[in-house]
Nanobody
Framework: QVQLEESGGGLVQAGGSLRLSCACS????????MAWYRQAPGKQRELVAR???????TYADSVKGRFTISRDNAENTMYLQMNSLKPEDTGRYSC?????????WGQGTQVTVAS
């Protein structure tokens, strides 16, 4: 069973930065695509960023140029560096391990950006 645990969320002023981490219990971390999703109150969950085992990345248009996804395969950990945060970035951020489709999810970490 794969377990994912996010950390690093919190309350930040607009324009500030946060770095989220996602620790994975599985030794297969390095061969799986990983992703960050977020869900704001009253909205559907949306893909924020995705990273392949080789480091290829994809971003939502709304975060391009501000967020950076990365991974450390030796540590089984994925990161999301979030800069120039906006109030619309507020939401619960969850990491997931993808095997064809998102298969395993963490509990999420709350990010709140105050204007």
């Amino acid at each position: 069973q794969v377990q994912l645990e996010e950390s690093g969320g919190g309350l930040v002023q607009a324009g500030g930065s946060l770095r989220l981490s996602c620790a994975c219990s599985s030794n297969t971390f390095s061969v799986n695509t990983m992703a960050w999703y977020r869900q704001a109150p009253g909205k559907q969950r949306e893909l924020v960023a995705r990273i392949t085992p080789g480091g290829g990345t994809t971003y939502a248009d709304s975060v391009k140029g501000r967020f950076t996804i990365s991974r450390d395969n030796a540590e089984n950990t994925m990161y999301l560096q979030m800069n120039s945060l906006k109030p619309e970035d507020t939401g619960r951020y969850s990491c997931c391990l993808i095997r064809v489709v998102p298969r395993y999810w963490g509990q999420g970490t709350q990010v709140t950006v105050a204007s």
